[in-house]
Antibody, heavy 118, light 107 residues
Framework: QVQLKETGPDLVQLTQTLSITCTVS????????VHWVRQPPGKGLEWMGA???????DYNSAFKSRLSISRDTSKSQVFLKMNSLQTDDTAKYFCASHNYGSYSFDYWGQGVMVTVSS | ETTVTQSPASLSMAVGEKVSISCKTS??????MNWYQQKSGEAPKLLISEGNTLRPGVPSRFSSSGYGTDFVFTINNVLLGDEGIYYC?????????FGAGTKLELK
């Protein structure tokens, strides 16, 4: 059974760095890709980036150089790090994955709500 | 980057009516369009994947059509439990952009 779970802080200070971990089960990170998607309160979904099964990454240019995605395959974990947080980074952050051969997000974590405080 | 324009922003329907949501993309994405349902406080749920493919367990009342740049999502015989926000998303090229969402309310 495929599962994803995000863990991270509820509150981050302005200009500080956000770190969130996505722990997966039911599949290997060397087979399935993992994506990060965020959703500000009351707003829509925004794709942030991906950790591909081969170890490469892609990022939404909207985050410029603030965003970094990495992984530890031995722990089945994917990491999101984003620096220079602003108040408009307040959002629920989801990790999501998809079946091999498809790029439709079949599987989602429950998300972690992060508030950036001044 | 492919822009996805979704309309309408909101719908108010009666039980049993037919719902139609449109998504238009700024580039040709073949049939790499996905449709999600999100209920309050929950993660999105994939209803229809690339190639207009209904996901397992999703009722056949849900369907989609389209290819290239114009896509339509349909709910036949809408039910109270279908309330929520519906998003389209293109998975043809990164960044995998989403539409702005359509909020569906039942009268």
């Amino acid at each position: 059974q495929v599962q994803l779970k995000e863990t991270g802080p509820d509150l981050v200070q302005l200009t500080q760095t956000l770190s969130i971990t996505c722990t997966v089960s039911g599949f290997s990170l060397t087979t399935y890709n993992v994506h990060w998607v965020r959703q500000p309160p009351g707003k829509g979904l925004e794709w942030m980036g991906a950790m591909w099964n081969g170890g490469g990454t892609d990022y939404n240019s909207a985050f410029k150089s603030r965003l970094s995605i990495s992984r530890d395959t031995s722990k089945s974990q994917v990491f999101l790090k984003m620096n220079s947080l602003q108040t408009d980074d307040t959002a629920k952050y989801f990790c999501a994955s998809h079946n091999y051969g498809s790029y439709s997000f079949d599987y989602w974590g429950q998300g972690v709500m992060v508030t950036v405080s001044s | 980057e492919t822009t996805v324009t979704q309309s309408p922003a909101s719908l108010s329907m009666a039980v049993g009516e037919k719902v139609s949501i449109s998504c238009k993309t700024s580039t040709d994405i073949d049939d790499d369009m996905n449709w999600y349902q999100q209920k309050s406080g929950e993660a999105p749920k994939l209803l229809i994947s690339e190639g207009n493919t209904l996901r397992p367990g999703v009722p056949s009342r849900f369907s989609s059509s389209g290819y290239g740049t114009d896509f339509v999502f349909t709910i036949n015989n809408v039910l109270l439990g279908d309330e929520g926000i519906y998003y389209c998303q293109q998975s043809d090229n990164v960044p995998y952009t989403f539409g702005a969402g359509t909020k569906l309310e039942l009268k």
